[in-house]
Structure formats: C-alpha cells, structure tokens
C-alpha cells in the first residue's frame, strides 16, 4: 500500500468487524448486567393520581422499581434545555421519571430492574398507574388555535417566536409587479436508525467511579451532563459510544431520562445494569422531526426574480423543547438555498403538542426549508409560463459573489455568509445527467403511449462544519502504528477510515497502519459531537493538526538522529528519509518507529527496541536536557480546529416520475444528484452518504410519515406500518460532483452528511406537480392522497 | 411471589459447533443466540419480523430469530453471521462482497443482509440487478440506500464462482 490516501475511494477499515459479527453495540456489552425497563404513559395528556406497585412486587427476578419520589437530588430534576436562545421564552424539558404530568404517550413513568428483560417487561405490566385525563393537543393546527394548552403557563402554546428580516420586505413587496402567496404543509417523520437507543453503566465502588456505554452522538456532553446530574466528579464518569447503530440526528439529545436512570440505578445498585430500547420505544420516546405549515407571500419581477420572500412557519415541537429550537432557525435561513431573495423577512412559531418531542433528523430543519423555497421557484415559473431552471438560474447566487452575506443569524449564533459554491455549473452538470433539454420529447412519447410522466428539479445549500470545535490527537506508536483519537462519535460514517486517511496522508505513512478511536472520553475528552455534517470538517481538521505537529517533531527527532536539516527530510511509507533518497540508502534514512522510541528517552530498556533510548543506549549531546525545554516526551501531539463560521456545501436534484393515470401509484424513474462538497477525503464514502440521504428523501417524500389521531395516539409505531423505504421503493441514483473547496479550514472540505435528504421533497413535489399539471402543497404523499387530490379537481 | 419460569435445555449445533443452554420455553431464538450463547453477531431491529437484521439460517433456510422461541428449533443447524467467514477465518464471499462494495455503513442491518443473500446465492448464483434487488426486498437499511447493497449481491455472485486465491489477487 503507498501512502497516497486523501482523496482515494478506499475500502473501510471498520468493515471486517463489523461484517463478521464482531461489532460491539450497546446491546452487545454487558451480559451479566440487569436489565431495566420502562412503564410509559399509554396517554398523551395526564396527571399522574397514583402509582400502584403492589402486584409486581413479588415477581421472581425483580431487583427494584424506581419512580420520580426516588430520584434525589439532580437527579429529580427537569432534564437540561440544551440550546438555550432568547428568543425560546417559554422552553420546557421533562424529568428523568415523569413528575405528576404526563405530556405524550411513550413518557417514562417508572423504571423497573430486574434479573433479565422478560422479567423487567413482567414486572411492568403488573404496575398499575391510576391518570386523571387531560384534554391532548394534537397537530399545528391545534396548538395554533390553542383552544386548550399542552402546559398550563405557556400562552397560546408557543415556546418561542422568532422574526429575522434582511431589508424592507412590506416595502418590496407593495412594490413587486407581481405576488403569489403559498400554504404549505410537510408531516412528521423521524430518524428511526436500525439500532434504538442504549444504555449500559458500571458502578465501581472501590474507584468510585463510573462508566457508561451509551448509544449516542455526543459521548463528551453525555458524560458532562451525567456528572453534573449524579453529583459526581467529572474525573470520575468517563462514557463511551461504542458502535452505533446509525443516529441520523435523534441520538444527539442528551440525557435522554434512560440515560440518567441507567447509571443512576447502578450506582444505587453497585451493579451492572442495561437498558435496551426496543422499536415501539424507539417510536414514542425517543424523537420525531419535520412537522410544519409554511406560509410564503413571494414578489418578484417579470424575469421571475425576486424582490421580497415573507415566510411563516409554523413548528411542530412536541411535548418539550430539550433541543431548543434549532430546527425552525435552520428552516428559516437555510430556505434561502442557492438564491438571493431581495428583501427577505423569516417569522416563526414554535409550539407545543402533547406528541413526542421534535429534535434534528438528518437534514434538521432543511428539506422544510428547501420545500418551502422550491416550491415557490416552481409557482413563479408556473406564473410567468417560464422554465423552471431557468427561474431558479436567474435569483443564483455568482460564484464572483462569494463570499455571500445574508445578513441573517445562522445556527451556530454567527453570520449566514456562504463561503463558495458555483451554482451555475451544478446546475448544467445536473441538467445533462438528468437531460432537462430532452424531457419533452419523452414525455411526447410517453403521453402517446397513454402513460404520465413528469420532472422536477430542487436545489439546497447546506451549512455544514458548524462549531464550536473539535479536537484530535495522533501518536506514533514505537513499532511504529499510529493511534489517533477524537472526541466526537461515529454511528456509520466510516470515520475510522477517512480520518486514518488525513492522518496517513498528514505523516506518510500507510493508511493500514493508522487506527482511529471516536467517541470514547477515555481516550479524548473535549468534543462537541456528530451533527450538521461537521465530522468531517471538524475532526477532519483537527487531526490534520495534530499530525502535521507530530510530522514536524519527527522531522526534528530524525535529523537530530540522522544529522541532517529538517528540511532535507520527508517522510514516505513511515520512514523519514533524505528528500528523494531511496529508503535503503546507508545513513539516510530511519523508520517512524525508531524515531518514536529515540522521542521519549527511557531510562529502563524494556526490550530491545527500547535500548536505543536509554541514557547509555547511544550518543547524546550532554549540554543539554534529554527533554528539552518547551517539549514532552512521546511522539504525538494533539490538535483543535474551530471555524470563523459554518462552511456551505451545495446540491441539485432531478427526478423523472411516473404516475399511474388510473390508480394514481407514483414511481420514479430516475434521480439524479449532483452535489458540492468541496474536497473529498473518500470519495466512495461521500456518495455512500449522498445514497442513504436519497433513500431518506423519498421515504419522507412518499411514504413516511407519523400518524397520530385526535387523542394522540400514535397508531402506526412499528416497521410494518411505518413505511421505511426497502430496496424496491429506492430508485437507482445517478450522481456526479463538483469540488469546490472550502476557504475556511486548510483542508477545504464541507460536510456530505445531510445533502441526499434536503431536496428529497422538494423535488419529487416537483416532478408530481409536472406529471398533473396542479401543484402539490402537502408531503408526503401518497397514492391515495394523489388519487383524492385528483377528484377535488374533477369538475363534478 | 410467582412461580420460577420452567426451564428447558436446547441445543443448537451453531456455526457447525454443538451449543448448549438452559432457557425459559419463551426465550427467543434471537435471544439465545445474543444473550445465552454470547454470539452476538445477530441484531435486533424491530422485534417484530419486519426488518430482517435477526436473519440467520435454520437448516439452511433464513429464518427471523426474533419470531422463534429457541426451544422449536432445538437440534437444529444454525449459522449465523459469524458463521459467514471462510474456514480460516477471512471473509468469506458475500462478506468480502459487501467490503469491495461499500454496501455497509453503521453494519447495525448487515449481518440480516449477509446471511440473507448467502442463502439466497445458493438458491441462484447468478442473479440478475433485478433479481439481485429482490433478493434483498426483505430486509431494512437506513444507511446505504440499498445501492451498494445490490452491488454486492452481484459482487457476492462473482466472488463465489471465484477460488479464494485469485480473487484475492
């Protein structure tokens, strides 16, 4: 192997764990742990009256029940508001164990240990609690009007109200030749990984102190949270993520209530204890996203630019706000895609609902967005009886604009400014793939041979890499591997190969010889976590950091052994040699793995290797200490990258549809992608992530979608009625790129985490628009909903 | 208190290897494999039958473990994911496949995918992309798109009509 490996589709380090059953997932550990389970509200909207244990407790294998009297201390204390914003007035989290009220069903009640999981479950159902009911609030439109309220001191149900305006948008619009107005509707889905949530934690008496596998996307704050919560030091919690079993968003909430039960258990115990999320679980106590009604007044000019965008959301948060309301800021400003919007005001409500608690899936807040802002270029080419692209063509953003300036607030707290991007040129790449030219004739064609079809473009600009920082540490073992750490986890992305790649490219070594940990606070303890497709940009360039200073110490260290400048040296397939000399050459050259043993002088000689760096194993310059001063002993070094502001990565997709002119199924019968990432570290990995967001775009585009009824009920909790796409409802994806790097970080990547999701209704709303001739408003939808919207248009 | 669960004795001759466990007659076949036997190669997605990660091959025909008590399958073959390796421990085809394919991300669905088409591959090894995605239609994945994952089926074919030598190569 040589140790060109940035930029090249290798194969994964992590595959052959993981394809032999040798993964460790939550569920995987901790054999020997009691299990613990949850009773969980059946009701959406209840005052606990009272909990009666009487018939469970003479189960065999019951080791104890739980409920919010027990929790002392923090531990009994609302759950922490995560993102706190001044504008989130009326934040509210819940507790651990539910503390008189109940505000969805699926809300943990009591917690139940027992020998094993059959037990915990029996236990549970002989646990008797009596509810006084509570009228629920179900859906936006009930929570708008708030003719009843979810929580008795927040008015009108609105936990926050948020406006952002850019210009003069009443005066523009009064202004604009021309006005259209659009309702919007998009319903909730959710991340739904493969692998529910988890918890495992061990309580050692003797060090006091504890240690917690969780799976999650935020192991740091995880253990940050739980010493605060526990009352413990924080030198003495250390958590883990081992491997996750996807995360797509939900899994970077934290303290999650079995996540501070758990552990709490356990110290209580002086035991093992596990909690595994089941899939009925996972539906209704974990998190939900996307829900929102969208109202946007538009003016533009007779060429379809725009002059003045008004836009009002209307958010769905559920029961509780423990992620603050980054979702509808996201939608607000990342509406704005590729486009200058003239004067632009962004208004938003977020209320509650006594419905599982809204947090980021995938995209956090975007495809609202991107739907929102396409389907408005789609009604303005509609209008002006213009081509769709070339609407959207005319309000891009130049690349001779960049760096562009929104003058709106971002997520992270800083400026909406894109840093580069060529609109332009994604545009044409996507139009030949797709061949926007040729549609016409195709669908002739097919319109003769009585079939429907139709094509719909949208496009999305993502901010990615948001802050505030990640870390990395790399160091050359004396055999010369390379281990390298960051804080931040991984649920699926291949980290452990990209970052082996920068850092084998960084030190020249083969990328075989690098092994990466993530997530693990044992080996690095400052991390923000895995979302907003930052991992990459992120970790990415911390971990070049750290190795460029570990290639410089051993540049140094080398020449100091080799008697030669620094700057003569490099360093190829591990071994640090004289600029273009053949390694083999006599006096020319050293391995890695000698240089790491001669970088911490020893005074015991271990083995063999280790001679060479005691006080007597070789020549040494006695002027000066074997440590000199301002230098540590080792081979490593640890590095952090924190960006100005976010980086923006861009995307275009098309599709063709069909419809069925009787029975009104919707099939696809292409997808393209063409997506900006700037500079790729894999470029296999990056189209793997623009796949698994594709197949989550038209899952949320046709088929999923959480169906609660009027007394909050979610009544399709389960895989077969929750209808995740399976190979057949995927289409084939087309893709292809540009690389236009990023001017902020010395790697010049973007994140690729999200893109394949953003436009995923956005552009099939298109397609299904182009295919009737109406424009459709509401996602997802079905065969059903065509089918009826078809007969509201029949004249009768 | 309420009476000890009865317990019965099952033994599974697992990836070729005779294994034996004390259970409750309501212990999941899944379970048994995870919790009793420590082999935990085998997921649990759903509990439910729908997913497919459970996946593993009674008698050589997949079978969801999450919908079998391991007490009606006593004295059966089982082999599961771990089971999917060459004898000398390397990767076998459709592990390999999956590898050269990138047709894995979280690996959390995987092994309900690798014993699923190492089943199906015996039943037709030369499937066509149509036949290759059908073969898959069972089981969920929320990473890949399933792109690579028929990628790999078609990958998986090629490999087992290949000595392990040369396509090593």
């Known amino acids: 192997m040589t140790t060109k490996a940035f930029g090249e589709p290798i194969a994964r380090l992590e595959d052959p764990r993981l394809l032999t059953g040798q993964g460790r997932f939550l569920d995987d550990i901790g054999h020997r742990a009691l299990a613990a389970a949850f009773v969980r509200s059946p009701h959406a909207h209840a005052r606990i009256a009272a909990i009666d244990v009487t018939d469970a407790v003479g189960v065999d294998g019951l080791v104890a029940i739980y409920t919010h009297d027990d929790l002392d201390g923090r531990a009994g204390e609302p759950l922490p508001l995560l993102i706190p914003h001044e504008a989130l007035t009326h934040g509210r989290t819940g507790y651990a164990l539910a503390k008189d009220e109940v505000n969805h069903v699926g809300e943990p009640i009591v917690m139940v240990v027992a020998t094993d999981r059959y037990v915990a479950e029996d236990v549970c159902a002989r646990i008797r609690v009596e509810y006084e009911f509570l009228p629920p609030v179900v859906g936006i439109e009930a929570a708008r009007a708030a003719e009843l309220l979810v929580h008795d001191d927040v008015p009108g149900n609105v936990s926050a109200h948020m406006v952002q305006e850019n210009g003069d948008v009443d005066a523009a619009l009064a202004a604009a030749p021309h006005v259209l107005e659009l309702d919007l509707d998009i319903e909730r889905s959710a991340s739904t990984p493969l692998e529910g949530k988890g918890v495992h934690a061990r309580w050692d008496a003797d060090d006091a102190s504890l240690r917690v596998y969780t799976s999650t996307q935020a192991s740091t704050s995880v253990r940050a949270a739980l010493a605060a919560r526990l009352e413990l030091p924080l030198d003495r919690v250390e958590v883990i993520a081992p491997d996750v079993g996807g995360g797509f968003g939900v899994k970077i909430v934290h303290p999650w209530p079995e996540e501070v039960m758990v552990p709490w258990a356990a110290i209580r115990l002086g035991r093992e204890v596990k909690w595994t999320e089941d899939r009925r679980e996972h539906f209704v106590g974990a998190t939900h996203e996307r829900g929102q009604l969208q109202h946007v007044k538009v003016g533009f000019d007779d060429d379809g630019r725009l002059l003045g965008l008004d836009v009002t959301v209307w958010h769905d948060n559920g029961a509780y706000t423990p992620y603050g309301i980054i979702v509808p800021i996201v939608t607000t400003t990342q509406l704005l895609g590729p486009y200058k919007p003239g004067a632009y005001r962004a208004e938003f409500f977020s209320l509650y609902t006594n419905t599982v608690t809204v947090t980021p899936y995938r995209g956090a807040g975007r495809p609202q967005g991107c739907f929102a802002m396409e389907r408005t270029m789609d009604a303005i080419a509609a209008y002006l009886g213009l081509d769709r692209t070339v609407v959207r063509e005319r309000n891009f953003i130049r690349p001779d604009e960049m760096p562009y300036d929104h003058g709106l607030i971002f997520q992270d707290g800083r400026p909406l400014i894109y840093d580069s991007g060529d609109y332009p040129a994604t545009l044409d790449k996507l139009k030949k793939l797709i061949g926007w030219e040729e549609f016409e004739a195709f669908r002739a064609e097919a319109r003769a041979a009585g079939r429907r079809v139709g094509i719909g473009i949208a496009c999305y600009v993502e901010g990615t890499g948001v802050g505030p920082y990640e870390g990395g540490w790399v160091k050359v073992e004396t055999d010369g591997t390379v281990v390298a750490a960051t804080g931040l986890t991984t649920q699926g992305q291949g980290h452990r190969t990209v970052f082996a790649q920068v850092v084998a490219e960084e030190l020249g070594v083969p990328v075989d010889r690098v092994t990466v940990t993530t997530g693990d606070t044992r080996r690095f303890g400052y991390a923000v976590g895995t979302f907003a497709s930052r991992a990459a940009v992120m970790s990415g360039n911390a971990l070049a950091s750290a190795a460029r200073k570990v290639r410089q110490k051993a540049l140094r260290v080398a020449g100091e052994a080799l008697e030669a400048d620094p700057r003569d040296l490099e360093i190829v397939d591990g071994v640090v040699r004289v600029i273009g000399s053949p390694s083999g050459a006599p006096g020319g050259s050293i391995p890695l793995a000698t240089v790491a043993v001669l970088a911490n002088p020893l005074r015991y000689a271990f083995d063999r290797e280790a001679e060479r760096a005691t006080q007597f194993g070789g020549p040494v310059d006695i002027s000066k200490p074997p440590v000199a001063e301002g230098d540590s002993p080792g081979l490593e070094d640890t590095g952090f990258y924190s960006p100005p502001r976010s980086t923006f990565a861009n995307g275009m997709h098309a599709a063709i549809v069909e419809t069925d002119p009787d029975t009104a199924e919707i099939s696809i019968l292409r997808y393209c992608v063409v997506h900006d990432c700037g500079t790729l570290i894999n470029p296999r990995i990056v189209e793997g992530q623009i796949h698994g967001g594709v197949a989550q775009g038209v899952g949320g585009a046709l088929y999923e979608r959480m169906v609660y009824d009027d007394a909050g009920q979610l009544l399709n909790a389960s895989f077969m009625d929750f209808l995740m796409p399976y190979a057949t409802e995927v289409p084939v994806i087309e893709t292809d790129h540009l690389e236009t790097p990023s001017p902020l970080n010395p790697l010049g990547i973007k994140g690729a985490g999200e893109a394949g999701v953003i436009p995923g209704s956005a552009v099939l709303a298109s397609a299904i628009s182009d295919a009737e001739g109406f424009a459709i408003t509401r996602m997802p939808i079905s065969p059903s909903d065509l089918y009826s919207l078809r007969l509201e248009r029949q004249p009768r | ?169």
């Open chain 2, 1 to 169: 208190m309420s009476p000890a669960e009865e317990l019965y004795e099952v033994t599974l001759v697992v990836n070729g290897v005779p294994r034996s466990a004390t259970v409750p007659a309501r212990r999941l076949l899944s379970d048994f494999l995870r919790h009793d036997l420590e082999l935990t190669g085998t997921h649990v997605g759903c509990e439910h039958g729908v997913c497919g990660a459970c996946t593993v091959l009674v008698d050589g025909r997949p079978i969801r473990s999450c919908l079998q008590f391991a007490v009606t399958v006593d004295g059966a073959e089982v082999t599961t994911v771990e089971g999917c390796t060459r004898p000398d421990g390397e990767l076998g085809p459709v592990q390999q496949a999956f590898r050269d394919c990138h047709g894995l991300q979280c690996g959390f669905c995987t092994p309900g995918f690798v014993t699923t088409v190492t089943a199906y591959l015996e039943e037709n090894p030369a499937p066509t992309t149509e036949q290759a995605r059908e073969a898959i239609a069972g089981n969920l994945c929320r990473c890949t798109g399933y792109q690579n994952i028929v990628a790999s089926v078609l990958r998986a074919a090629e490999l087992r009509q290949t000595p392990a030598e040369e396509a090593s190569r």
